[in-house]
């Protein structure tokens, strides 16, 4: 059973039609904690504007956005409360569907480890605490020599989405990051005070993917999972797992075995003492279900990894992300995640020649 040690209040999902007061539009103003009244936000051509805070509970998420408001030369982040008064009509808003829409440009400010963009949420398991890398904001396995000093062991969060648009121009389409995004993950801490212990990478156990080259009517979604090993190790890679149509080695048209771009599904992400359980669902599709001890080399077939890290994640803190992660990267050099994808960071531009990525949730739970 998943023991939650510090919970503040059940997350649940929250449908309202309608936009709520003290918006943020500016994220200036989100960060500042000035407030602007959603009336204001709407312009005079289009209906209110709707802030995704309405349409989802963001009590427990924090937000990156593609964006510098305040020009400090930074990426911009949002916390909560203030988050949930956020919105952007570029890259985070709801739409007339009851959907919280991420966008997030081939093009654009990152991350000081990335070199692609974000609208991505964070969780924030004590959202009291703004400091991310504080035990009490993350969860361990229950394995973790010291597990009973994070914020829970083990975690749940599920998502239904529809993906509505991949970049699709890439100088080096043979990549495997090309035409890509990524809809949910579980990030491990970058932590050099475990180091010595074997953990403490960064790495991801688990990132969620749709992929879908430009010519083919249907994409397709997999995931994957990142052996658990030092950034030089070359072994050090991740492993993809089909779920519909291919994965991102195949060039093939998955056909009617894949998803098309606006096509809903879902995703479960169950972590359960040691073992991560994940189920994806969509209407006229088989159910998927893996599940993988995270504490151990042996893979999600059931096979023996000899180049894993013998005790996988055991000794790392974890945290969900979810929200649209576009693997198009602009940058052109040598290496498996640079495919050169277009771009100019003019916005107007970029969004005209289709050179973003786009996902719109209808959930997002965390529990």
């Known amino acids: 059973m998943r023991k939650i040690l510090h919970s503040k209040k059940p997350l649940a999902f929250i449908a309202r039609s309608t936009a709520i007061a003290g918006a943020c539009m500016l994220l200036s103003a989100c960060q500042?904690?000035?407030?602007?009244?959603?009336e204001e936000v709407a312009s005079a051509d289009r209906a209110p504007a709707i802030v995704p805070g309405a349409l989802m509970d963001l009590s427990h998420w924090k937000i990156t956005l593609p964006t510098d408001s305040n020009r400090d030369g930074?990426?911009?982040?949002v916390e909560p409360p203030q988050v949930s008064r956020l919105y952007d009509p570029r890259f985070f808003y709801g739409?007339?569907?009851?959907?919280?829409?991420?966008?997030?440009?081939?093009?654009?400010i990152t991350t000081i480890s990335s070199s692609n963009t974000r609208s991505e949420l964070r969780q924030m398991i004590d959202p009291e605490n703004s400091k991310t890398r504080s035990s009490g904001n993350n969860f361990a396995l229950a394995s973790h020599p010291k597990a009973k000093r994070y914020g829970a062991i083990g975690g749940w969060l599920s998502a239904t989405l529809r993906v509505n648009h991949v970049a699709?121009?890439?100088?080096?389409?043979?990549?495997?990051?090309?035409?890509?995004?990524?809809?949910?993950?579980?990030?491990?801490?970058?932590?050099e005070s475990i180091l010595d212990s074997g953990f403490g990478y960064g790495n991801e156990?688990?990132?969620?993917?749709?992929?879908?080259?430009?010519?083919?009517?249907?994409?397709s979604v997999f995931w994957t999972y990142e052996r658990n090993l030092e950034k030089n190790d070359p072994?050090?890679?991740?492993?993809?797992?089909?779920?519909?149509?291919?994965?991102?080695e195949s060039m093939e048209d998955p056909g009617e075995q894949g998803i098309k771009l606006n096509e809903e599904f879902s995703y479960t992400v169950d972590v359960d003492g040691d073992m991560m359980h994940l189920t994806f669902k969509s209407p006229n599709k088989p159910r998927v279900e893996y599940s993988v001890n995270l504490a151990s080399n042996i893979n999600p077939l059931g096979e023996v990894d000899p180049l894993d890290n013998p005790r996988g994640y055991l000794g790392d803190w974890f945290y969900f992300k979810a929200g649209t992660y576009n693997q198009c990267s602009t940058k052109n050099q040598d290496g498996?995640?640079?495919?050169?994808?277009?771009?100019?960071?003019?916005w107007e531009q970029d969004k005209a020649q289709g050179h973003y990525a786009q996902a719109s949730f209808s959930s997002i739970v965390l529990r």
């Open 336 to 346: 498996m995640w640079y495919a050169g994808c277009g771009g100019t960071g003019n």
């Open 168 to 191: 699709v121009e890439a100088e080096n389409p043979d990549r495997v990051p090309a035409y890509s995004v990524v809809i949910g993950q579980i990030h491990a801490g970058k932590d």
């Open 235 to 248: 072994n050090r890679t991740d492993i993809a797992y089909p779920v519909w149509g291919n994965t991102w």
């Open 32 to 38: 500042s904690g000035a407030e602007t009244q959603s």
């Open 95 to 108: 739409n007339e569907n009851g959907e919280v829409v991420f966008t997030a440009p081939n093009k654009a």
């Open 74 to 77: 930074k990426i911009d982040e």
């Open 205 to 219: 156990p688990l990132k969620i993917y749709y992929k879908k080259w430009p010519h083919h009517e249907h994409g």
